[in-house]
């Protein structure tokens, strides 16, 4: 009998029992000012910003997704795909109600692909906003594609060669990842601690994915919804390449139609560091 860790696909389909959240102000301002946005409405405690969705799923998701995924393989996990799907902002003073199901899984050459959903409700019972959060263990094969996985969003390569509706630079600055890992709930030692960052393979401390999916919620935002982050319906993202405290991050963002944009993201060493994002923007 093989060694290799084996998925326990029996739990796929299940989704976990609920969990709480109760959102307040001074948890979603202090996410803003983490991530660098100054939209006077998220500041004055009106609006939570959309990426701090996560907030309140973050801790709730771990278990269900290691019911289906062996323990053994968490030192090889990276954070691969998000796509958020907004029904309603998260305001203050809101009592969330979130579940999470691993769906499904496909094996790769260089590992396997896990998708996560996640639903949040308000307590009236509507939804809030949905989730698709993909994780990539490295190196590691299951053998097979089980289940479904979460929704493809591609870049359009006909609009590759055109001119950008928006170009959006931002800086990453030297004390974000402290800062996020404060307001988001989220401790990764590979955001946090330079050596162990260094030991996992990496240059270093690098951003939160989540954090640069922030910024770009940002630009796109600013650019397409006249700085308007309730008209904000979807924003899709995958992750490519890591970015460093330091640099600046450079997203540019091309119509699609039909309220739809696709964006990339690059850092300034070159690297493009988000691919295939898609914001969809309501009236």
Not at 170 to 176: C, G, M, N, P
Request: glycine residues 10%; hydrophobic residues 40%.
């Amino acid at each position: 009998m093989s060694d290799q860790p084996q998925m326990n696909k029996q739990n796929l389909g299940e989704w976990s029992d609920p969990f709480g959240f109760e959102v307040d102000a001074e948890r979603t301002v202090a996410y803003a000012k983490a991530t660098n946005d100054e939209n006077p409405r998220y500041l004055s405690g009106e609006l939570a910003p959309p990426v701090f969705a996560i907030v309140p799923v973050f801790e709730g998701m771990i278990g269900p997704l290691f019911k289906v995924v062996p323990d053994s393989l968490i030192p090889f996990v990276v954070h691969g795909e998000q796509d958020m799907v907004f029904h309603r902002p998260i305001t203050p003073g809101m009592k969330l109600t979130s579940r999470a199901m691993v769906t499904g899984y496909a094996s790769k050459s260089s590992g396997t692909t896990v998708s996560l959903k996640l639903e949040t409700r308000a307590d009236d019972g509507d939804l809030v906003n949905e989730q698709w959060m993909v994780s990539f263990f490295r190196g590691f094969q299951a053998g097979e594609t089980v289940g479904e996985l979460a929704p493809a969003h591609g870049f359009p390569d006909d609009l590759r060669g055109g001119t950008p509706f928006a170009e959006v630079t931002q800086h990453v600055d030297e004390d974000q990842t402290f800062r996020y890992s404060k307001a988001s709930g989220d401790p990764m030692p590979i955001h946090l601690d330079e050596e162990f960052a260094k030991s996992a393979g990496l240059p270093g401390i690098i951003a939160h994915g989540l954090c640069t999916m922030a910024f770009t919620s940002r630009a796109v935002i600013e650019s397409a919804a006249a700085g308007d982050p309730a008209r904000l319906k979807r924003l899709a993202v995958r992750f490519s390449k890591p970015v460093l405290p330091g640099q600046d991050v450079t997203t540019r963002i091309w119509e699609k139609g039909a309220g739809a944009f696709v964006f990339e993201s690059t850092s300034s060493s070159g690297d493009v560091v988000i691919k295939d994002g898609l914001a969809e923007i309501g009236n």
